[in-house]
């Protein structure tokens, strides 16, 4: 099996970690999918691994050239949509970093473009399949805290110095689809609603020259059955911190509460006193789940539909703070 | 100097608290605020510090015979206002339990009343004066995070069986403006930006026979100067917690993260890598500080202004979730 790296600007690393135990597979080919991507990170670490990619100028010749039956798309966030198109139209099956469009307009032609095709698609949610997140979703689905009522998720990074790409909205996208999106996949993962509004708001102030970038941003979310999320999305996090990101996320539920901070859960609810830590199943790997369906072995955890529909709700959250209005599904 | 208590549905220990070392304060009178109210309670415990306090079955009988210098009020809280106009009216200084007022109107009418006395009004927004929260505050106004960028607040209580008045809108007021009322108070006082927008939600739904009572609660804000807050507020605390309740609070700025959690405050900023615990300053009596202001020594941290200025706030996310709509200032 064929793989191909388009672009070095996102999380291409979760598919190397997954190809690393995988005999079968061979990194075939590598390009940049925007304009000026320094793709010698992708090739250093392919070949750390063994493998002697094609290196292209041009994505379009490499599909042409190569025929990968795989594409990992992670070029300026601005041109997924365009890239997966292309990958999707000629069957290539496509591993794509988030959010997967950035306008509307985009959204919709891909996911025609999905539906005439035979191929699978993700997005690269792959906090999903870390040991915590993990542990805490198979938690709240065993019914640890009964029925969800209020949700509240935290994602806050270290800003240190972005490359340039970040600064303008047509090859950044945002930070609520950029950062936010991952908060936004959880509400909806964990609690299995449909959104049905939102409020938001963002701000580039105090960005330390990072052009559009918002800097801080904040998102309230109405689901069916009237629950409630919140999406708190920072770049603040100072460079002294101990990590490089803040996840958190807080499952407020009608038999107990459960919390996911610094990489660990707790949960307190009606079956023991006090706070509990619960231990952590093993983390995963992403690529490896979307590796199984594209070789018809099961399903991803992550299908076309949730990488389509939480990309949908990051859009609409972005509008709701552009235009100060609340975006009704 | 004389204190009167009217009712007994809220705090009325902060006073009892205040009063207990306070050898020229004599609590001359109680008696019930609202129609039910069961005073033993606040007469045990004035008995136990020492007084006598003359039990009356109507306040207002009870303010023309004592003719106290001050009242805490604390009865239903829909008629805090009615009582606090009252109070004031006569000239009597009134330490009231939050929300100040439950409807607009009785707001205004309130404000309106309290211009044209001398006496002094101040909420009971006791958590400004615990040690974490007092620290806390410290620490931000001395600059340990730059400027405010984005904060969130969160109140979550145990349910437990609350008194009948709780079950109604029209004598509990609401949850945003009972238990969110601190967490505004927080985004408040910590940043002293302005409110600009407000957008909510809440639901009753869960809440085991509690009538109109509200479980969960959700408000954005946009502050002056592009700051937002976020204020998650639950009854969906488990009994087997730890305490009662689990405030928290989130300060994001330009040079770092301060944290209220479990009675702690945590700081990361630019100084000291890692996450620093701060020591606490002692905890200080809201009472004794608004006695402060009663004998003209000094100013009570929490103004009038403050007390109008919060309730006012919370009248409007509470509206902004009754209509499902941003309400701006």
């Known amino acids: 099996m064929k793989v191909a790296f388009i672009g070095s600007s996102g999380h291409y690393n979760y598919a190397m970690e997954g190809i690393r135990e995988d005999r079968n597979i061979s990194i075939a080919g590598i390009a940049p999918g925007s304009e000026g991507e320094d793709m010698s990170a992708v090739y250093r670490a392919a070949c750390a691994l063994g493998h002697a990619p094609r290196v292209f100028d041009d994505y379009m010749s490499m599909l042409d050239e190569v025929e990968p039956d795989i594409a990992v798309i992670n070029c300026f966030f601005g041109h997924h949509a365009k890239v997966a198109m292309q990958v999707l139209k000629q069957g290539i099956h496509a591993f794509v970093e988030k959010p997967v469009a950035t ?24 906090i999903r399949y870390t040991a915590h997140f993990m542990t805490a979703w198979k938690m709240v689905k065993s019914g640890a805290v009964g029925q969800i009522r209020l949700m509240n998720a935290q994602k806050s990074y270290k800003l240190g110095r972005r490359s340039e790409f970040f600064k303008s909205r047509s090859t950044y996208g945002g930070t609520i689809p950029w950062v936010g999106s991952h908060a936004i996949d959880w509400l909806y993962w964990f609690s299995g609603e449909k959104f049905e509004s939102v409020f938001a708001s963002h701000s580039a102030r105090c960005n330390r020259d990072h052009g559009e970038l918002e800097v801080s941003a904040l998102c309230h979310f109405v689901l069916s059955n009237q629950v409630f999320g919140s999406g708190s999305i920072d770049y603040l996090r100072p460079k002294e911190a101990p990590s490089h990101d803040d996840d958190r996320l807080r ?30 199943l093993p983390e995963q790997n992403i690529f490896v789940d979307f590796l199984k369906q594209v070789r018809e072995q099961g399903k991803c955890l992550i299908s076309a539909h949730d990488s389509f529909y939480v990309t949908e709700v990051c859009l609409k959250a972005r509008q709701s703070a552009d235009e100060k209005r609340i975006i009704w599904f």
Do not use: C, W
């Open 103 to 126: 306008t509307f307009e985009e959204l919709e032609e891909l996911k025609e473009v999905y539906s005439q095709s035979k191929a699978h698609l993700a997005a690269m949610f792959g």
């Open 251 to 280: 499952i407020a539920g009608t038999r107990g509460i459960l919390e996911v901070r610094g990489s660990k859960v707790y949960l307190i609810n009606d079956e023991i006193d006090g706070i509990r830590e619960i231990p952590l």
